[in-house]
Antibody
C-alpha cells in the first residue's frame, strides 16, 4: 500500500524559511518522480514543484521559482521542499504526491499524502 | 501565462448526468496535454479519478468518464449520487515538467 506522510509545517514569519518532508512507502521510491502541490485556505489546488526519480531534474511553478528547492534522498525514501523568503501568499496545505511521468504516455499524480499546513504570518 | 479554465460551480440532480469541462485561456485542449481529473471532498486529500484523458484510476467506478469534447477536456458523471457532491479539478501537462491545475468546479447534487 502506497503511503505518503508529510511533516515540517508550522507558523513562520514573512521572509522566514521552512523545510517540509515527505516519507514514502509501499513502492520503489527512486523509480518515480515526486511532486508538491499546495492549497491555500478555501482555494484551489496549485502545482508547486516536481523532481524526477534520480533527483537529476527539477521543475517549479513561476510563483515559487528561486525561493523553493525540491530535493530527495532515495536512501531514506524521503522528499523535501526547502522554502525560503516565505510570503503570506505561501500559506497553504502542502501535499506530497507521487507522480507518473511516462515519457509521452502519461503524466499525472496517482497518490497523495494528507498534507502539512504552512502558515506565514507575523 | 497559461490559465486552465473550469466552471466554478455546477449542479446536477440525483441520478442525472453532468459534464464538467477543462479548457485553456488560449488554444484547444487535446490528448497531448494528458488531461487528468481529481476529486476532493472537504478536509480530504485529492483522489485521482481520470488520467491520460479517459483512463479511470484503479477503483474508480465507471460512472466517471473522461473525454475531449470540442476544444476542451471533459469529465462526465452519469447517475450522480449524493457523495459525488464535492470539488473536481483538472490538470493539464504543458510539457517541460510543468503542470497546471484548473480552478476547480464545485459540484452540487440536489
Amino acid at each position: 500500500e502506497v503511503q505518503l506522510l508529510e511533516s515540517g509545517g508550522g507558523l513562520v514569519q514573512p521572509g522566514g524559511s521552512l523545510r517540509l518532508s515527505c516519507v514514502a512507502s509501499g513502492f520503489t521510491f527512486s523509480s518515480y518522480a515526486m511532486s508538491w502541490v499546495r492549497q491555500a485556505p478555501g482555494k484551489g489546488l496549485e502545482w508547486v514543484s516536481t523532481i524526477i526519480g534520480s533527483g537529476g531534474s527539477t521543475f517549479y511553478a513561476d510563483s515559487v521559482r528561486g525561493r523553493f528547492t525540491i530535493s530527495r534522498d532515495n536512501s531514506k525514501n524521503t522528499l523535501y521542499l526547502q522554502m525560503n523568503s516565505l510570503r503570506a501568499e505561501d500559506t497553504a496545505l502542502y501535499y506530497c504526491a507521487k507522480r507518473i511521468s511516462g515519457a509521452g504516455t502519461a503524466y499525472y499524480f496517482d497518490y497523495w499524502g494528507q498534507g502539512t499546513l504552512v502558515t506565514v504570518s507575523s | 501565462q497559461t490559465v486552465v479554465t473550469q466552471e466554478p460551480s455546477f449542479s446536477v440532480s440525483p441520478g442525472g448526468t453532468v459534464t464538467l469541462t477543462c479548457g485553456l485561456s488560449s488554444g484547444s485542449v487535446s490528448t497531448s496535454y494528458y488531461p487528468s481529473w481529481y476529486q476532493q471532498t472537504p478536509g480530504q486529500a485529492p483522489r485521482t479519478l481520470i488520467y491520460s484523458t479517459d483512463i479511470r484510476s484503479s477503483g474508480v467506478p465507471d460512472r466517471f468518464s473522461g473525454s475531449i469534447l470540442g476544444n476542451k477536456a471533459a469529465l462526465t458523471i452519469t447517475g450522480a449520487q449524493a457523495d459525488d457532491e464535492c470539488d473536481y479539478y483538472c490538470v493539464l501537462y504543458l510539457g517541460g515538467g510543468i503542470s497546471v491545475f484548473g480552478g476547480g468546479t464545485q459540484l452540487t447534487v440536489l
